[in-house]
Antibody, heavy 120, light 107 residues
Framework: QVQLVESGGGVVHPGTSLRLSCAAS????????MHWVRQAPGKGLEWVSF????????YYTDSVKGRFTISRDDSKNTLYLQMNSLRAEDTAVYYC?????????????WGQGTLVTVSS | DIQMTQSPSSLSASVGDTVTITCRAS??????LNWYQQKQGKAPKLLIY???SLQSGVPSRFSGSGSGTDFTLTVSSLQPEDFATYYC?????????FGGGTRVEIK
């Protein structure tokens, strides 16, 4: 069965960096685009970033452009989110999700999320 | 960015009721619209994609309609497990954007 397991969250100071990982199993990882979506405590969902199955198409929400980098390692079936220059407003649960199919931009399977807290 | 406005922000309903949630886009998005359900402390679950396509495994009491800028999610014969928060999401263009959510509570 499809499984997505995020890791790498924690408590960090503003201005520092963190790398999130999303380990995928149960499907052919290299064939699917992947997303990161976050949810601040008590708030709604916010899409963060997308990477296509082949890594050729990458998109970010404006607030993280230049600070966050999405990548994937198909040999390890793992998605990453490198987060630099972290701000208090980046505090959230970060979810990875798998695209339903190429170009669908619909997350049909999600991980359980990993909490990132940015605080001084 | 395309703004997605959901209404109402919350509602109370009873088991067996039919519930309708609306989502309006700030510009036309054709039918590039998804609906998700999220229960407290859990990851979102895809219900509807492309405005009206039912995701595999989702009960048929969930249905979606609309195109352009106005969309609806209808839950017929509300069940106890349907009490949750629902989000629409446009996928017409990046940045992909979600609505603010509609919390469906037990009356």
């Amino acid at each position: 069965q499809v499984q997505l397991v995020e890791s790498g969250g924690g408590v960090v100071h503003p201005g520092t960096s963190l790398r999130l990982s999303c380990a995928a199993s149960g499907f052919t990882f290299r064939s699917y685009g992947m997303h990161w979506v976050r949810q601040a405590p008590g708030k709604g969902l916010e899409w963060v970033s997308f990477i296509s199955h082949d890594g050729h198409y990458i998109y970010y929400t404006d607030s993280v452009k230049g600070r966050f980098t999405i990548s994937r390692d198909d040999s390890k079936n793992t998605l990453y989110l490198q987060m630099n220059s972290l701000r208090a407003e980046d505090t959230a649960v970060y979810y990875c999700d798998k695209d339903l199919r190429s170009g669908a931009f619909a997350g049909d399977f999600w991980g359980q999320g990993t909490l990132v807290t940015v605080s001084s | 960015d395309i703004q997605m406005t959901q209404s109402p922000s919350s509602l109370s309903a009873s088991v067996g009721d039919t519930v309708t949630i609306t989502c309006r886009a700030s510009q036309t998005i054709n039918r590039f619209l998804n609906w998700y359900q999220q229960k407290q402390g859990k990851a979102p679950k895809l219900l509807i994609y492309s405005a009206s396509s039912l995701q595999s495994g989702v009960p048929s009491r969930f249905s979606g309609s609309g195109s352009g800028t106005d969309f609806t999610l209808t839950v017929s014969s509300l069940q106890p497990e349907d009490f949750a928060t629902y989000y629409c999401q446009q996928t017409y263009t990046t940045p992909l954007t979600f609505g603010g959510g509609t919390r469906v509570e037990i009356k």
